[in-house]
């Protein structure tokens, strides 16, 4: 018994030796750890912005155009216009080649009641015989943080042309499952529906109407 005793202690010693060493090496702070992964991080950046940058087709399938009024100053109600289409080109390296182009389709309107969307599309309001499309061109761009865009362009609604600047952010590019390179953006802005002489169901509806533009699209 005494001689395996001699023989577990030397073990058990080196054991010991083997856990003190390692438990006093220090830990893995995360911020050790992110700055570890920040040299890949900044290598991989040139290479997304390189395959972010070009033009591009808008996916109307998977893009999404909402709008939010308020009635009767008590609850917003939402509506859409199921039909997009339009071009626009990202370059994260120079914001001042992005452009957009966008229309919305004023007979696709769809607030989910079809005597609603007739009114809507009637005279009173969108004008869709006379006015068929909603359309954002823009003129200029420039970085606002991150990957936001402050955009300037002409917004186009019941044929009156207004100046709009709005923030779009960058929400996202990748490869989709037939290869194709895809980006994603988003912008939501406030617009008053008496600039663009659309003055029916004041009392009734606000002026103000918010717009959430949110679009996919398919490189070139």
């Known amino acids: 018994m005494k001689s395996a005793i001699r023989l ?10 083997l856990t003190a ?3 006093a090496q220090p830990a893995a702070t995360p911020a050790a750890a992110a700055a570890a992964d920040e040299p890949a991080k900044k290598a991989d950046e040139p290479a997304k912005a390189a395959d972010l940058a070009g033009s591009y087709k808008v996916d109307g399938v998977h893009s999404s155009n909402v709008f939010r009024i308020k009635h009767l100053d008590t609850a917003y109600f939402y509506g859409r216009f199921n039909d997009c289409d339009g071009e626009f080109t ?21 607030t989910a009641n ?19 499309y909603i359309t954002f061109k823009s003129k200029s761009a420039k970085k606002a943080g991150g990957s936001a865009l402050e955009v ?4 186009t609604l019941r044929g009156v042309t207004k100046p709009l600047t709005a923030t779009v952010e960058l929400t996202g590019s990748g490869k989709g499952f037939r290869g194709e390179f895809r980006a994603g953006w988003e912008t939501t802005f406030t617009i ?27 490189k070139s």
């Open 152 to 155: 300037s362009g002409d917004l």
């Open 8 to 17: 577990l202690v030397p073990g058990v010693l080196a054991l010991i030796a």
């Open 114 to 132: 079809s005597g609603r969307d007739d009114h809507l599309r009637s005279e009173e309001y969108f004008d869709a015989e006379k006015h068929p």
């Open 21 to 23: 060493a390692w438990a």
């Open 192 to 218: 008053k529906r008496s600039d663009f002489g659309m003055t029916a169901g004041q009392g009734a509806l606000s002026d103000d109407v918010r717009i959430t533009i949110s679009v996919e699209g398919i």
């Open 90 to 110: 990202l370059d994260a390296a120079d914001p001042d080649k992005c452009r957009f182009d966008i229309r919305l389709k004023v007979v696709s309107v769809d």
